[in-house]
């Protein structure tokens, strides 16, 4: 009985993980998940993971976005289609760290993970 419990434990945290992998969706509870900090150690690690993951996209986005409408017509759809991959990159990572933690492990991007695995010395209010 105790056994059957723990199960559904593990089951109900990875949902809770793959709520904070959603492409752009997870941003929202991976926000609130950080701002209330009463979130183990591996919670944490995946809401940063995502934040750092849908900022680095939006940044990017926006940019060759208002880049593409400052520029030739030539250099637009550069700008556009470099917009277009990074997009798919996006959704691609996310794929997979959906996938890594449907296998059971634990989501890991190369270089974003160990970024997202830093911790703040200090602590706010």
Same mark, same amino acid.
């Given at each position: 009985?105790?056994?059957? =419990?723990?199960?559904?434990?593990?089951?109900?945290?990875?949902?809770? &993980?793959?709520?904070? @992998? %959603?492409? *752009?969706?997870?941003? !929202?509870?991976?926000?609130?998940?950080?701002?209330?900090?009463?979130?183990?150690?591996?919670?944490?690690?995946?809401?940063?993971?995502?934040?750092?993951?849908?900022?680095?996209?939006?940044?990017?986005?926006? =940019?060759?976005?208002?880049?593409?409408?400052?520029?030739?017509?030539? &250099?637009?759809?550069? @700008? %556009?289609? *470099?917009?277009?991959? !990074?997009?798919?990159?996006?959704?691609?990572?996310?794929?997979?760290?959906?996938?890594?933690?449907?296998?059971?492990?634990?989501?890991?991007?190369?270089?974003?993970?160990?970024?997202?695995?830093?911790?703040?010395?200090?602590?706010?209010?």
């Amino acid at each position: 009985m105790n056994d059957l =419990s723990s199960v559904s434990d593990q089951k109900a945290q990875r949902q809770q &993980l793959w709520i904070y @992998l %959603l492409p *752009i969706v997870g941003i !929202i509870p991976a926000l609130w998940t950080l701002y209330r900090g009463q979130a183990n150690e591996q919670e944490q690690k995946i809401s940063r993971l995502s934040l750092i993951l849908v900022s680095s996209w939006l940044i990017a986005y926006i =940019s060759l976005f208002f880049g593409s409408n400052q520029t030739s017509d030539l &250099l637009s759809f550069r @700008l %556009l289609y *470099i917009n277009a991959l !990074i997009t798919t990159g996006y959704f691609l990572a996310c794929l997979v760290l959906l996938w890594q933690s449907l296998q059971g492990k634990s989501p890991y991007l190369p270089l974003i993970s160990t970024l997202a695995n830093i911790k703040t010395k200090k602590k706010f209010p």
